[in-house]
């Protein structure tokens, strides 16, 4: 398959400017791309700058979400707390402007928790837990997302993908501790761009629930479960059947664990902002809520023996033995920093699809120009 | 299978008193009985009255659980925030100081976090969560243990079950949300006293790691693993096996999650006390770390408000269908709460094998006359 390659500072600033093309401001616009081509960079496709002709199509077709919303406000303060009102803006600056508040209250308070309501997708979650880390804060963030996710006993789709994102810094050489899963069992781009299970026409038991309650494994059916039934503005009727929860269906493997995850993401955010479930947010993200929390090491003690500890922690956790001697033993991170160094050494590699999609945008916004400059193909 | 009866405060008072009679202070048995029973009436048998005979043998074999250590000492304290030593006591005590602690500081500042080093198993986390909720609280908690599971891609029993507790406060019928899950795929417990595996013979695939990094589905051979090789000094020098996390062992089915949730235990509990990892926690539970985080509601806003929201989160997911009528959707909390009123009302119920490992206990304490009272055989 054909695929092309971009330095990442000429994607960043082609994407940049197509999204100020298509009516973004400057501050909006570097707030989404600053996180969407860190995603691709780190092999996260699904979050990266495939998303501006997504977003795109939410501006044009579904008008929610709004580039003229007002700044975001506070609506609830306390010394170690917040509650913002998004007012279903662009996802990124709000989750700047949180997180940027929330990183400036642990500072002085030892630790910040917010909760923020009425916003929009933010891309991928780790993204803001490392902007706390880059203050020598421990940075934690969720999201409720769209529905997509079914209860454990249920083929409703009423749950978000629902991620949880820690990020905890060290010192010197041991690089930071990076968690971002979602809460589901196989992340919803990966079941829709997989090539493997689109070749095979075969996906693995136990990922996809049917509107039934059996689950699929035959991959077109699956694809059509995953994108069915949805309209921005309506809840099903009947169940639509999803994505099952980290674990599976079942009680034997636990799947009420990946649920019960799922069903807490709701609460830290929809719940704790006063905003809502990801049950009432159809396909297009309006109304997503945010979770953040920074913590200073300070609260624990001296930070710089606080954060040697962790690393200390880390180090012996890397001495574990590899069953098979290529397939490393990875810490949570180790993978998508990999893949960052090597963009940033030989460029993002993008898939020929993505560049389409891209490349329609360019021609729309009058920059098909400097837009072919920044690709060549990959060899 | 027989089983035997006991009510609640019968089983209550007996076991207080044999906890006594092998030298416990009326404190430390009041602290360990509490948890003990409720993890009984709630079906958690794994973590009840079944742990005496384990903790007389830690205290009589290893003399790792030190009934006579000093008090916990707080060595660091901010106004959201303390660390304490447990100096190796009983884990029991030393958590319910660290959370009455926890919950004065977090009713004074809107939050408190707080990380223990050297304390020793506290029983099922989802009580010490539940304290905190007794008291409005947003309550978390989180324990490193015995090593017992496998990183994703190794053999090496280097993590411990790691569990996670929440519970969340509601307000009026609605109760309140409780997760407690451990990290792994299957716990110790369910593994290694499941009737039905026992009596097939088999386990189901990808729950078991060999040391050599396969997966087993002999149940004894399992049982083997699991319990293998392990001593109470000691670090096996080759991989043994152990427990996968939750996921499993493969990428596929998103073991990397189970793996990287545990992880942030170890860092979250070893790692911000200045404690030790699982790795170096022997079978006997010296040494576990615990961490604790108490929220008050009013940092989001108005409390009444804030949990007459939650409750209405927690009724928008109560209205997912079933997908069979005699399987209800749960939520995180309600198998175990349906247990417990049903323990109220009818009794606690415990096999004979757990019966007759407290018997030995009753005989050796003097107590063999108050014991049998205690118990009915069911009918």
């Not at 960043?12 to 995603?39: C, H, P, R, W």
């Not at 990801?278 to 309006?286: M, N, T």
Request: proline share 6%; charged share 25%; hydrophobic share 40%.
């Amino acid at each position: 398959m054909k695929e092309y390659v971009a330095k990442y500072e000429d994607l960043y600033k082609i994407v940049k400017e197509m999204f100020i093309g298509i009516g973004y401001s400057d501050k909006q616009a570097t707030a989404v791309t600053n996180s969407l081509v860190e995603a691709d960079a780190r092999h996260i496709h699904s979050h990266g700058t495939v998303m501006l002709p997504t977003y795109l199509g939410y501006i044009e077709t579904t008008g929610c979400l709004k580039l003229d919303a007002p700044d975001p406000t506070v609506v609830h303060e306390t010394p170690v707390s917040f509650v913002m009102d998004g007012h279903s803006g662009v996802g990124y600056v709000i989750a700047e402007t949180a997180v940027k508040k929330c990183i400036k209250k642990a500072k002085e308070s030892g630790i910040c928790v917010a909760a923020v309501r009425y916003a929009n997708h933010y891309g991928y979650a780790g993204h803001w837990s490392e902007m706390m880390a880059d203050e020598g804060l421990i940075g934690i963030t969720s999201t409720n997302t769209i529905r997509a996710v079914c209860p454990t006993r249920s083929a409703e789709r009423f749950l978000g993908t629902n991620p949880i994102a820690v990020a905890i810094p060290t010192v010197g050489d041991e690089p930071r501790f990076l968690l971002d899963m979602a809460t589901c069992v196989m992340a919803y781009g990966k079941i829709c761009r997989s090539k493997v299970f689109a070749e095979s026409g075969v996906l693995p038991d136990d990922i996809v629930v049917r509107p039934d309650g059996t689950t699929v494994t035959d991959f077109p059916e699956a694809i059509e479960v995953v994108a069915h039934g949805d309209t921005p503005d309506k809840i099903p009727v009947e169940p639509t059947g999803g994505i099952a929860p980290l674990g599976g269906t079942t009680e034997l493997r636990s799947g009420y664990k990946g649920y019960g995850l799922a069903m807490l993401v709701e609460l830290l955010t929809g719940g704790f902002s006063g905003g809502i479930p990801s049950k009432f947010i159809p396909y297009a993200g309006e109304g997503v809520c945010f979770f953040f929390m920074a913590i200073a090491p300070t609260v624990f003690g001296d930070p710089k023996a606080v954060l040697e500890h962790l690393k200390y922690i880390i180090e012996e956790y890397r001495k574990a033995q590899p069953i098979s001697e290529d397939m490393p033993v990875l810490m949570p991170g180790d993978k998508e920093r990999h893949y960052r160094e090597e963009a940033l050494k030989n460029g993002i590699v993008l898939s020929d699809d993505i560049v389409g999609k891209l490349r329609a945008v360019a021609q729309r916004v009058g920059k098909e120009t400097e837009f072919e400059k920044v690709f060549t193909v990959k060899e």
